[in-house]
């Protein structure tokens, strides 16, 4: 399914392209001398490293060598593994990594004070302008609105069903899966791993307790995996016509490939979460190459650094000027929907650690 998957990439990548070359010359407008100074100081440092989701290495590095004529050295991997890196250097003061692309689970780096501050670090108008965010500003994940930005939200939660097994109108509500004839059924990215599954996990909770987790994990004899791709295509195939925590990038993925028969419930009660995937940007202290990093920190919320992150992702960014109608309905937030925002630090350290533990307790920890 590799070649499939860089098929999706590249077409998703050829509907950006001509938008991102129109506008690869004015993203850095405004910046006047000080980042002129910047930018010729990044192209002295030579390089930088920036680490995150391995399907984003591509554009990225294309895109930031285009734009800057600076190269990107990338290191790509699950998030587990980089955050673990990460606060391993950190800690020993030894840092390689100028820049983490990654989700919310980075945040007691930040607490711990292993991050260096990106809100005087943005220079360009067409980053800090209000008129380019769907929120009328930037925002921040952490409650200091210093250190962790994101740049895209998507919905997120949602199972994906197999309509070639069971009939669209078969499963309405989320309370619906529990019914005895989908015991055996359901596939799931494992809630107690990060990622897609922890995160659909961790809403179900919140909406529905303890006792539905347990009714539907346990109870449903849910099949699990440390793998949402494989949960996905497990879906896709038939072997387990329900998933709980797939992945949208391969969704897509296998729709590309021709399978149309895998599609997003729309669950009456509960239509999801809103999340940032693997939008956050933040910069460990004591990089390497500060000055690159900083150009990379403009560049990635500008414009074609965003167009760069949708090609890789498919996913939505906020900013308002670029075009994301080609992209799937299913992960824009919908006028009229409640849905439960968990990439703040209020809600991801102070609400969903207690959730988590819920989740372990009645899947029988770890």
Not at 147 to 162: C, D, H, K, R, T
Not at 200 to 217: E, P, Q, R, S, T
Not at 263 to 269: I, K, L, N
């Amino acid at each position: 399914m590799t070649s499939v998957f860089l098929k999706y990439s590249v077409a998703i990548a050829g509907v950006l392209a001509l938008s991102a070359a129109a506008h690869a010359a004015d993203w850095q407008d405004g910046g006047g001398e000080a980042w002129a100074k910047v930018l010729a100081a990044a192209k002295a440092e030579g390089t930088l490293a920036v680490a995150g989701s391995p399907d984003m290495a591509k554009p990225m590095t294309d895109g930031f060598l285009r734009d800057t004529g600076i190269r990107l050295s990338y290191l790509g991997g699950n998030q587990r593994d980089i955050s673990s890196r990460a606060a391993r250097e950190l800690r020993a003061q030894a840092v390689t990594i100028d820049i983490m692309l990654g989700g919310a689970s980075d945040l007691p780096l930040i607490n711990e004070g292993l991050g260096t501050p990106l809100k005087d670090q943005l220079m360009l108008p067409g980053v800090t302008e209000g008129k380019n965010w769907a929120d009328g500003g930037l925002r921040w994940v952490d409650k200091g609105k210093a250190y962790m930005l994101q740049s895209a939200e998507y919905v997120n939660g949602q199972p994906f069903i197999n309509t070639a097994i069971i009939k669209p109108d078969a499963i309405k509500t989320w309370k619906d899966m529990l019914k005895p004839e989908y015991r055996g059924k359901i596939a799931a990215h494992d809630p107690r791993t990060p990622g897609s599954g922890q995160a659909a996990a961790a809403y179900l909770a919140a909406v529905f307790g303890n006792d539905f987790i347990k009714g539907l994990y346990i109870d449903q004899k849910a099949m699990m995996t440390t793998d949402a791709r494989q949960a996905t295509e497990w879906g896709a195939r038939g072997t387990y016509p329900i998933v709980i925590g797939g992945s949208p990038t391969d969704l897509e993925t296998f729709k590309a490939a021709g399978i149309k028969t895998l599609m997003v419930g729309d669950m009456a009660d509960g239509p999801g979460a809103t999340v940032g995937g693997f939008s956050l940007i933040w910069q460990p202290k004591g990089n390497p190459h500060p000055n690159a990093a900083k150009v990379f920190i403009n560049w990635y919320m500008s414009k074609p650094g965003q167009e760069a992150y949708i090609a890789s992702k498919g996913t939505p960014t906020m900013r308002t000027d670029i075009d994301t109608s080609s992209l799937p309905s299913y992960l824009k937030p919908q006028p009229g929907k409640q849905y439960l925002e968990t990439y703040q630090e209020t809600f991801y350290l102070g609400i969903r650690p207690g959730l988590a533990k819920m989740i372990e307790d009645s899947m029988g920890g770890k």
